[in-house]
């Protein structure tokens, strides 16, 4: 029989794992690879845009789509339940993975990125413009929101988020700034914020040319 002791003794033990030994999630160990696939997704107005969709290819032969939390936070068995349509499975198709996933038709990869080396530095100005709203298919409403981060090699980092509704007769706009620290491991950037919270996301680096942080692509932003 446990004590009041024993089960005060296993709770602090408990905060004191870090957090992704308290978590089913996965590992370096688990991961093929991050492979893309040409998708649509809608933009400002309503307008419909060519993109690259992400799928997380784990060494099981399963496929996940289009992640948003770093793998370490992503439980498969769990997510696998709440969200099924975003599971399939991958094969390699020569230099290529075939991917199928529930309800569509086989897709092939255009490109597969390898991990973040562990404590890789970034540095500039990253931006991502998106929104909706009706006005392509003529209604009268549009909705833009547009977010940049701003990295240096030390570690530290910058955020600022605008976005606004506009409307005949009706306008409204946001805006919110942040800074921190930020590191970079395998497919996953930690998030450290000076006011005390944190965020631990999905990430792939293309180059210089593109940075992709939670679910959105940011590109290199102008000078």
């Known amino acids: 029989m446990f004590t009041l002791r024993g089960w005060v003794f296993l709770l602090a033990a408990g905060l004191l794992l870090p957090l992704h030994a308290q978590a089913a999630g996965l590992g370096s160990s688990d991961m093929e690879g991050v492979c893309l696939v040409k998708a649509f997704r809608i933009g400002v107005g309503g307008m419909r845009l060519p993109t690259w969709r992400p799928y997380l290819l784990l060494k099981d032969g399963s496929a996940y789509e289009n992640p948003k939390l770093a793998p370490e936070l992503i439980d498969p068995v769990q997510s696998r339940e709440s969200e099924a349509r975003r599971w399939g499975s991958w094969t390699a ?97 930690d998030l450290r914020y000076d006011d005390g919270s944190q965020a631990q996301l999905f990430f792939y680096a293309d180059g210089g040319k593109l940075l992709h942080i939670g679910d959105e692509d940011y590109v290199p932003a102008a000078e």
Do not use: E, W
């Open 93 to 189: 198709q020569g230099g290529d993975k075939a991917l199928s996933m529930p309800g569509r038709n086989p897709m092939v990869s255009a490109q597969c990125l390898p991990p973040a080396a562990a404590g890789m530095s970034l540095q500039g100005s990253y931006k991502h413009v998106g929104g909706g709203g009706t006005a392509i298919a003529g209604g009268h409403a549009s909705f833009m929101r547009s977010n940049t981060y701003q990295f240096s090699p030390d570690g530290s980092f910058s955020y600022s988020g605008s976005g606004g509704l506009i409307s005949p007769g009706a306008s409204t706009t946001a805006n919110s700034a942040r800074s921190g620290h930020y590191q970079v491991h395998d497919y996953a950037i």
